[in-house]
């Protein structure tokens, strides 16, 4: 089937010019909530740059990442499947570098995009697999990869070593975590931007896995520090540092919390500028569809204070809840005479609709086999837009959690490894957007429909067992 598959897309990529395909450049943040962009609500410093970009195309206020963590979001994002048929369901290490490799047989959205005639590359964080692995990035449709392979490894900034495609690159100055020489964000923006130059004559689809504001709060002590250092109130945190016994996956302290966050999201919305500027620079401009998001909701590690920021936005929980602000995200498109411009969308997606999007703006088949759906009739404003029936996200930590989102209506459900039948929380989203009242008991046919839902959409992994037998 997977053959078929990709046999269909190089006929269907034939049929496109160099020309008449749009570029692609998929922007993902990492940990940045709803919140956290000037654009959906933030006060406490400004994103001009990601602000512009949702501006000139089409915002979307009720869009969803695959799950509340790292990997399983991600390879929602790559697979277009929600968490209860992705291969990838967790965070499951694998030594002595790198998370449980996706498989081999599993058809991703970047070698979709690879046989319709696409130059692809990654420059971020993978977590899909470790060098050498069925999941290693150069074996799922990636033309040229640079960055952290490992997630773990991710959560230093000043790490020993980054990965360029199946070549360990090592940092001299950041040896043995003993010293602060080379700040990787700088370092993979740098590789990204050189890359769209590189291939500017060609098709190329580029997703820029950014790490910032991942948990360890740390970043140069330049201008755009010093603009925040002293504007807020700071309680500073006691981590790992860097030096003698310092381990890959803490966080190092840091003085000035708040100042640092502030100074890493303005960093990468100055990457996003950065970005911007270098399509036009390149006349691309308008012939590359711009997608902006991240992949769950904001994190408490390392000295964040989301509450203090309202990262969240109106909304209740951070990383880890399936609650609306560890899932619910910004997510912006910008595609100059095909987007229109300052339009806003309510439609319900997730990152599983990305696969089937960029397949059809790509003039590649549909995937065979996806939870997702296109969006083009929305971007487009042609055609009627099919919706989805309802949502389903699950997460595999804190004694499990399930959600389903199916309309106006909510269910979560808590402790679901070793309860699988715990009565569901039910909320009402029209009403009650920050889910603040749980009306389960006033509403018990919704709250079984749902937790029916639940368990029709779940589909269990030998990898990753949501309800493992006794």
Same mark, same amino acid.
Request: charged share 20%; with cysteine; hydrophobic share 40%.
């Given at each position: 089937?997977?053959?078929? &598959?990709?046999?269909?897309? %190089?006929?269907?990529?034939?049929?496109?010019?160099?020309?008449?395909?749009?570029?692609?450049?998929?922007?993902?943040?990492?940990?940045?909530?709803?919140?956290?962009?000037?654009?959906?609500?933030?006060?406490?410093?400004?994103?001009?740059?990601?602000?512009?970009?949702?501006?000139?195309?089409?915002?979307?206020?009720?869009?969803?990442?695959? *799950?509340?963590?790292?990997?399983?979001?991600?390879?929602?994002? %790559? *697979?277009?499947?929600? $968490?209860?048929?992705?291969?990838?369901?967790?965070?499951?290490?694998?030594?002595?570098?790198?998370?449980?490799?996706?498989?081999?047989?599993?058809? $991703?959205?970047?070698?979709?995009?690879?046989?319709?005639?696409?130059? *692809?590359?990654?420059?971020?964080?993978?977590?899909?697999?470790?060098?050498?692995?069925?999941?290693?990035?150069?074996?799922?449709?990636?033309?040229? !990869?640079?960055?952290?392979?490992?997630?773990?490894?991710?959560?230093?900034?000043?790490?020993?070593?980054?990965?360029?495609?199946? +070549?360990? +690159?090592?940092?001299?100055?950041?040896?043995?975590?003993?010293?602060?020489?080379?700040?990787?964000?700088?370092?993979?923006?740098?590789?990204?931007?050189?890359?769209?130059?590189?291939?500017?004559?060609?098709? !190329?689809?580029?997703?820029?896995?950014? $790490?910032?504001?991942?948990?360890?709060?740390?970043?140069?002590?330049?201008?755009?520090?010093?603009?925040?250092?002293?504007?807020?109130?700071?309680?500073?945190?006691?981590?790992? #540092?860097?030096?003698?016994?310092?381990?890959?996956?803490?966080?190092?302290?840091?003085?000035?919390?708040?100042?640092?966050?502030?100074?890493?999201?303005?960093?990468?919305?100055?990457?996003?500028?950065?970005? %911007?500027?270098?399509?036009? /620079?390149?006349?691309?401009?308008?012939? $590359?569809?711009?997608? &902006?998001?991240?992949?769950?909701?904001?994190?408490?590690?390392?000295?964040?204070?989301?509450?203090?920021?309202?990262?969240?936005?109106?909304?209740?929980?951070?990383?880890?809840?399936?609650?609306?602000?560890?899932?619910?995200?910004? !997510?912006?498109?910008?595609?100059?005479?095909?987007?229109?411009?300052?339009?806003?969308?309510? &439609?319900?997606?997730?990152?599983?609709?990305? %696969?089937?999007?960029?397949?059809?703006?790509?003039?590649?088949?549909?995937?065979?086999?996806?939870?997702?759906?296109?969006?083009?009739?929305?971007?487009?404003?042609?055609?009627?837009?099919?919706?989805?029936? !309802?949502?389903?996200?699950?997460?595999?930590?804190?004694?499990?959690?399930?959600? +389903?989102?199916?309309?106006?209506?909510?269910?979560?459900?808590? #402790?679901?490894? /070793?309860?699988?039948?715990?009565?569901?929380?039910?909320?009402?989203?029209?009403?009650?957007?920050?889910?603040?009242?749980?009306?389960?008991?006033?509403?018990?046919?919704?709250?079984?429909?749902?937790?029916?839902?639940?368990?029709?959409?779940?589909?269990?992994?030998?990898?990753?067992?949501?309800?493992?037998?006794?």
């Amino acid at each position: 089937m997977r053959k078929i &598959f990709l046999l269909a897309a %190089m006929l269907c990529a034939q049929l496109l010019s160099a020309q008449q395909r749009p570029n692609i450049v998929f922007i993902l943040a990492d940990d940045l909530g709803y919140g956290d962009v000037s654009v959906n609500g933030q006060t406490r410093f400004t994103t001009p740059h990601i602000d512009q970009l949702a501006a000139e195309g089409m915002r979307f206020t009720q869009f969803y990442a695959g *799950t509340s963590v790292c990997a399983p979001s991600r390879a929602s994002l %790559m *697979t277009g499947f929600h $968490t209860g048929h992705t291969f990838i369901r967790g965070n499951k290490e694998i030594a002595p570098e790198g998370q449980q490799p996706i498989a081999d047989s599993v058809l $991703t959205v970047l070698e979709v995009l690879q046989q319709a005639g696409y130059t *692809t590359g990654v420059f971020g964080k993978w977590a899909l697999g470790p060098p050498g692995s069925e999941g290693d990035p150069l074996r799922q449709g990636v033309n040229e !990869f640079y960055g952290y392979n490992c997630q773990r490894q991710a959560h230093r900034y000043y790490p020993t070593h980054l990965w360029q495609n199946d +070549v360990k +690159v090592e940092l001299p100055g950041n040896a043995a975590l003993s010293a602060t020489g080379t700040y990787s964000p700088d370092l993979i923006h740098a590789k990204a931007l050189a890359f769209m130059q590189a291939h500017r004559n060609q098709p !190329f689809a580029v997703f820029l896995t950014y $790490t910032l504001p991942h948990a360890e709060l740390l970043v140069p002590d330049d201008s755009i520090f010093q603009r925040f250092k002293g504007r807020y109130p700071e309680h500073p945190y006691k981590g790992n #540092d860097y030096g003698k016994g310092a381990t890959v996956a803490g966080y190092t302290s840091q003085a000035y919390p708040r100042a640092t966050f502030a100074a890493m999201i303005t960093r990468l919305d100055l990457f996003v500028g950065q970005v %911007m500027d270098q399509l036009k /620079a390149l006349g691309l401009d308008k012939n $590359t569809i711009v997608i &902006f998001s991240s992949d769950n909701g904001p994190h408490v590690e390392g000295g964040a204070d989301p509450a203090f920021f309202h990262s969240a936005g109106p909304f209740r929980g951070v990383k880890r809840d399936l609650y609306e602000g560890g899932i619910r995200e910004p !997510f912006f498109v910008r595609w100059p005479g095909h987007v229109a411009a300052h339009r806003q969308s309510d &439609f319900v997606g997730g990152f599983w609709d990305v %696969m089937p999007t960029l397949a059809q703006l790509a003039g590649a088949a549909p995937p065979a086999h996806t939870d997702g759906i296109s969006i083009v009739p929305s971007l487009l404003g042609k055609g009627r837009q099919p919706v989805h029936d !309802f949502l389903y996200w699950e997460f595999h930590e804190d004694g499990g959690r399930q959600a +389903v989102r199916q309309g106006r209506w909510k269910a979560v459900r808590l #402790d679901a490894i /070793a309860h699988p039948d715990n009565p569901v929380e039910l909320y009402d989203l029209q009403n009650d957007p920050g889910e603040k009242k749980n009306i389960a008991a006033t509403h018990p046919d919704i709250a079984q429909r749902l937790s029916g839902l639940m368990a029709a959409s779940h589909v269990e992994s030998p990898l990753f067992p949501f309800h493992p037998r006794p």
